[in-house]
Every structure is written in C-alpha cells, then in structure tokens.
C-alpha cells in the first residue's frame, strides 16, 4: 500500500501562510491525495484533495508536485482555530477501500 | 441535514464488562467506518463495510471486536469482556460511494474501562 510521511509537528504564527508538506513516493497513478484534520476534541474533517492539478477551495490550497511524489497543503493565513492534527492520506479512486490515516502533523499556531 | 451521529458520546465500563457503541451514518451513504483513537495517539482502522459486501474486518485487534451493519444504514461496534486497553475514543465515518468522495466523522464515543 502507498503510504505517506508527514513531520511530526510544525508552528506557525497567526495570520501567516503555513505549508504543510507530505511526501508519497509510492504514490501510484491513480490514487487521489487527501488532507483531513482533527481539531483538539473532535473527529477528523475533510480539508481538501486532489489527483493531479492543484486545489483551491474556501480552507486551503492544495499543491501538488508534478511527478505527484509529494504534495504540500497551504493555509494561506492561519488563525488560532487551524491548530490541529493535520493527515495526509491516499485514497484509490474505486469504492472497495479503507481510509488509512497516519500519525499526521500536529500544528501548532502562536498568537 | 444531520451529520454522522454516534452514541453515546460517553461511556464508562468495568472490566469485563461488554459494551455497544452506536454509529448513525449520514443518509444514502454507503460505506461505514470504524476508528479506534487511544490518547494522544493517530488513528487506528478497525472495520469497514461497503454496501452488502462482506465487512473488511483487518483492523480488528480481538476477537472480542466484533461490529454490524444492519439494513445498510445504523452499526453497532461490539467490544466483549473489555480491558483497561480498550480504553479510547471510538469514531466512526461514513461516506457515499463514488469515484472519489470525503468521508464525514462523527464526535465519537470516549470509552473508559476501569
């Protein structure tokens, strides 16, 4: 299975963009990359994903390297309320699949 | 609409004891998922069933683990004769099947065995 290496944690200051970076060397051509995080007391929520091309969507930026080895999630102004656990996952593009999260990136944002 | 509701959201048990933990997926979603997270820890795949396909089971660590889906909708997570290690928060996830879709978490149910 594909798996993903993420650091184990990361600070950031508030208002500042923030890249959160995840290598997936053994990435196969059609698995599609994930970011969920897990805010402190809470389940997991999905923040964003993609194949190929890069994301944007209303919580972050999703880039992708071209040989898709390694992708980074932005957080173009981080807040207080983005310190979380952040996951990179793969996920296979047919139904018949388990989510499988790693340990992710604890991120921790300074005021 | 309502998200992915779990019950309860706590629980305290004796060792020993056997518990059930409930999971209400979302409406139409068809792949259900159980997690196991222990404190300060990542997140442990348990089970997951997909439509009327046999359960992936893999994640279990026991067989005192033990979890059903019934009519495709409501699952219940089994664990027999706890110990003091399945102490834990247990979330469960659902999703709607698809090329590609996001899964969506319940709060989870925090499981104590003393």
């Known amino acids: 299975d594909a798996k993903t290496t993420q650091p184990n944690s990361m600070e950031s200051n508030e208002e500042e963009p923030v890249h959160l970076p995840c290598n997936h060397s053994t990435i196969s051509g059609t698995d599609y990359i994930h970011w969920y995080r897990q805010l402190p007391s809470q389940g997991p929520e999905y923040v964003i994903h993609?194949?190929?091309s890069n994301v944007n969507n209303r919580m972050a930026s999703l880039a992708i390297a071209e040989d898709r080895k390694s992708s980074t999630l932005i957080l173009h102004r981080a807040t207080l309320r983005d310190a979380a656990v952040y996951y990179c996952i793969l996920r296979l593009p047919r139904s018949a699949d388990g989510l499988t999260f790693g340990k992710g990136t604890h991120l921790i944002i300074q005021p | 609409g309502a998200g992915v509701s779990q019950s309860p959201s706590n629980k305290v048990t004796e060792k020993g004891k056997d518990v059930e933990l409930r999971c209400d997926p979302i409406s139409g979603h068809t792949a259900l998922y159980w997690y196991r997270q222990s404190l300060g820890q990542g997140l442990e795949f348990l089970i997951y069933f997909q439509g009327n396909s046999a359960p992936d089971k893999s994640g279990l660590p026991s067989d005192r683990f033990s979890a059903e889906r019934t009519g495709g909708s409501v699952s219940t997570l089994t664990i027999q004769r706890t110990q003091q290690e399945d102490s834990a928060v247990y979330l469960c996830?659902?999703?709607?099947?698809?090329?590609?879709?996001?899964?969506?978490f319940g709060q989870g149910t925090r499981l104590t065995v003393v």
């Open positions: 996830a659902s999703r709607q099947t698809g090329v590609d879709t996001e899964a969506f």
């Open positions: 993609g194949l190929t």
